[in-house]
């Protein structure tokens, strides 16, 4: 029941158009079917190295920066239904085609394309939920479009390890049919003009601020940087659970791809139910959102470390270990992004936003990249001790950048 109640009043009131959007971001993201299982079909189905599989999973990470500059791009030139309707149905087009190629190079530039569209949408849908949002209500907007992601991507990882065990073209059929789909729900359901009175960029109010004055680079703030590394450190580590531990699971448990895919997706479902709850709780608790990230980062440490045993029951085991990195994940990574938006001053906002945004996107690309050179030079417990370390060595260095953080708490 205080599950329902919660959800209940964060998404009371919301407008039509802004739960038509989420409806359109949830049908994308449920094609989130392909990428979980991109490196299994690489080394299994095109008997490929691990260092290859490797290769497209950074391709991939490459691409989605490339998108993220170019959906700004056409976000700005061709206003954001239309960069929806356009990066949607041609990502879905190239993931489809990637599923029908076998040369591994043709293969590489699929990849890579397909990622690029599939994260240029991202640009205009976040442009999309200020629009469509009614005034005050961009904040609660926002966290729908978050929740209807994670149950997308819960439901997709979980249809596409289903799809992989019967064959892996329907797989790529699925995730390109996804937002192909979406594609044309935008054309049907969502209005070509504003149905708000003006773009609502934040809950507070919006008359027209005077000129600011100039800020410093953020260059100069150097706890922030400090905490930026090693975010970047943690994210690294983190995205690995979707990139690399699925060809652990397959090549040394021997676990299904249907399960595998029921283990990918139980991340989003966990996320999707209990985030939420757990963060007011935990905010209202303790305002030292230092032990939180520290906590959250120690709980992937041992959840990685669960990898580290022998699988003799591989299915509890990689259970438990999507549980304890979830978990890590929900304690660390909302106060990480709270900790952004109370360093930033109030006219830089978005240089910070940008700056942790890059920090994901080159996690994205390390991680596969590094990891799969481990794998091939000195195999997976080797990595899986490395990251264990890692984390713990960022958990402990968390800590004192905190002190460094002068602004009060800011939604």
């Known amino acids: 029941m205080l599950l329902i109640k919660t959800y209940r009043d964060a998404f009371h009131g919301l407008n039509r158009q802004t739960w038509l959007l989420s409806l359109v971001i949830f049908i994308n993201r449920c094609g989130t079917m392909a990428i979980p299982f991109?490196?299994?079909?690489?080394?299994?189905?095109?008997?490929?190295?691990?260092?290859?599989?490797?290769?497209?999973?950074?391709?991939?990470?490459?691409g989605s920066i490339a998108g993220s500059l170019f959906g700004g791009y056409l976000?700005?030139?061709?206003?954001?239904?239309?960069?929806?309707?356009?990066?949607?149905?041609?990502?879905?087009?190239?993931?489809?085609?990637?599923g029908l190629v076998h040369n591994f190079w043709v293969l590489c530039a699929l990849c890579t394309g397909a990622s690029l569209f599939a994260e240029a949408f991202r640009p205009a849908n976040y442009a999309a939920i200020a629009t469509y949002a009614a005034e005050g209500t961009i904040t609660r907007a926002n966290s729908l479009n978050r929740l209807a992601t994670n149950v997308g991507f819960g439901i997709g990882s979980s249809l596409g390890g289903i799809l992989a065990a019967l064959?892996?073209?329907?797989?790529?059929?699925?995730e390109g049919g996804s937002y192909i789909l979406g594609s044309f729900l935008i054309i049907l359901l969502l209005p070509k003009t504003n149905p708000a009175a003006a773009p609502q960029l934040s809950d507070a109010t919006t008359q027209p601020p005077s000129t600011p004055p100039k800020q410093p680079s953020i260059f100069t703030d150097l706890p922030f940087i400090r905490f930026l590394v090693l975010t970047t450190v943690y994210t690294t580590c983190f995205f690995l659970l979707f990139r690399l531990v699925p060809v652990y699971w397959k090549e040394?448990?021997?676990?299904?791809?249907?399960?595998?895919?029921?283990?990918?997706?139980l991340n989003g479902f966990i996320v999707a139910c209990f985030e939420l709850i757990l963060v007011r709780y935990f905010e209202r608790r303790n305002p030292n959102t230092a032990?939180?990230?520290?906590?959250?980062?120690?709980?992937?440490?041992?959840?990685?470390?669960?990898?580290?045993?022998?699988?003799?029951?591989?299915?509890?085991?990689?259970?438990?270990?999507?549980?304890?990195?979830?978990?890590?994940?929900?304690?660390?990574?909302p106060f990480?992004?709270?900790?952004?938006?109370?360093?930033?001053?109030?006219?830089?906002?978005?240089?910070?936003?940008?700056?942790?945004?890059?920090?994901?996107?080159?996690?994205?690309?390390?991680?596969?990249?590094?990891?799969?050179?481990?794998?091939?030079?000195?195999?997976?417990?080797?990595?899986?001790v490395t990251i264990i370390a890692t984390c713990l060595i960022c958990a402990i260095l968390f800590s004192p950048i905190y002190r460094a953080q002068p602004a009060p708490s800011r939604e």
């Open 167 to 174: 064959n892996y073209q329907w797989l790529f059929w699925g």
């Open 75 to 98: 976000t700005e030139k061709l206003g954001f239904r239309l960069t929806q309707i356009i990066t949607a149905a041609l990502g879905g087009l190239l993931f489809i085609g990637f």
């Open 336 to 384: 990480i992004g709270s900790f952004v938006l109370q360093r930033a001053k109030d006219h830089n906002i978005a240089k910070y936003s940008s700056a942790y945004a890059l920090s994901w996107s080159i996690a994205r690309i390390a991680g596969p990249s590094l990891g799969s050179i481990v794998i091939q030079h000195w195999g997976y417990t080797t990595l899986w």
């Open 38 to 62: 991109m490196s299994i079909y690489v080394t299994e189905q095109l008997h490929r190295s691990i260092g290859d599989a490797g290769l497209i999973i950074t391709l991939f990470g490459l």
């Open 291 to 333: 032990f939180y990230i520290a906590a959250g980062v120690t709980l992937t440490a041992v959840g990685y470390g669960l990898l580290t045993l022998p699988g003799s029951f591989p299915v509890i085991s990689g259970g438990a270990c999507v549980l304890l990195i979830t978990a890590g994940e929900m304690l660390a990574m």
């Open 252 to 265: 040394q448990w021997k676990i299904s791809e249907s399960t595998i895919g029921l283990l990918m997706g």
